[in-house]
């Protein structure tokens, strides 16, 4: 007597559809309360009315943001362009540059070099705030600008996603094709490497980005001028005055708020590119 063949086990298209559907709720109800709340009072966010649509006025929360400090988050907004913007820009640059010269070049202790840049990768940020802090006070660098902007120009898992960028994307034989042309190393990178790993240099960027932007333990470590913050560390000063004065509720929400806007927008215009370097490397 044969043994029955087992039935495979599946999952009917509507159960599929329904966790699809409660998992993209699940995602999107804080975003949604993030964009009803921005335009409610102080009543109606300690009231739990953060959902209902009465009492909107966005117009008037953002003119209180505008006001508050003589307009100090925006400073703290401008600050945080700054730093993500100008910041992700060439972190991105240098690790593209390094991958790039671990991907072409063979040089002594090549590997054992990479290994140090994948132990970077273990070390959580928090970890290493205090060492630099320390480090900054001994250049005299403390409460500045560069005591935020500087640590975030190094990256060492961007400079491994570079290399894998490389490995996908630059062939040998285009490169020593240019040597033979006479082009010069410098030339090479800039004008073949560079162009071609664009996908891989634009994922870097997005992701260095993100984490500049949300970056908040390093800022409160190194500053201490307020018109030297970031967005997240302003608004958590904020917040941590809400209990005494209860006003700031509506100036937090309308901040937070948009303070997601530049995350959006970098994701929404670069995600051609963001979407064709994430499958580097899945194909050889």
């Keep these: 007597m044969n043994n029955p063949r087992p039935r495979s086990w599946t999952l009917s298209k509507a159960a599929v559809n329904g966790a699809l559907v409660l998992a993209t709720a699940y995602t999107l109800l804080p975003l949604g ?31 209180d943001l505008a006001d508050a400090g003589d307009g100090i988050y925006f400073r703290w907004y401008l600050n945080s362009l700054l730093y ?23 040089f002594p202790g090549k590997e054992k070099l990479f290994g140090l840049v994948l132990l970077g990768v273990l070390v959580p940020t928090t970890a290493l705030a205090l060492p630099m802090y320390l480090l900054a006070s001994e250049v005299g660098v403390v409460n500045t600008f560069w005591a935020v ?10 400079v491994y996603l570079a290399r894998v960028f490389c490995a996908g994307y630059v062939p040998g034989e285009v490169l020593e094709a240019a040597r033979m042309d006479g082009a010069g190393e410098l030339r090479i990178f800039r004008s073949i490497g560079l162009r071609m790993v664009m996908p891989g240099f634009v994922t870097i960027l997005l992701f260095q980005f993100t984490a500049i932007w949300n970056n908040f333990f390093l800022p409160l470590v190194m500053l201490s001028d307020n018109r030297l913050f970031p967005v997240s560390l302003g608004l958590f000063t904020w917040n941590a005055q809400t209990k005494a004065f209860p006003e700031y509720y ?7 708020l948009l303070a997601v806007v530049p995350l959006v927008l970098a994701f929404v215009l670069l995600q051609r590119h963001w979407k064709a370097g994430l499958t580097a490397g899945s194909v050889k």
């Excluded at 109606?44 to 117009?59: E, W």
């Excluded at 902007?149 to 961007?158: D, E, K, Q, R, T």
């Excluded at 509506?250 to 937070?256: N, S």
Aim: hydrophobic share 55%.
């Design 33 to 63: 309360w993030l964009l009803t709340a921005a335009a409610k009072n102080t009543a109606d966010l300690l009231g739990g009315n953060a959902l209902t649509a009465a009492n909107f006025d966005l117009a008037k929360n953002l003119g």
């Design 84 to 106: 993500a913007g100008i910041g992700s820009l060439l972190c991105a640059l240098v690790c593209v540059a390094a991958g790039y010269a671990f991907h072409v070049y063979s």
């Design 149 to 158: 902007f500087v640590p975030s120009l190094v990256n060492p898992f961007g």
């Design 250 to 256: 509506p100036l937090v929400v309308t901040g937070a």
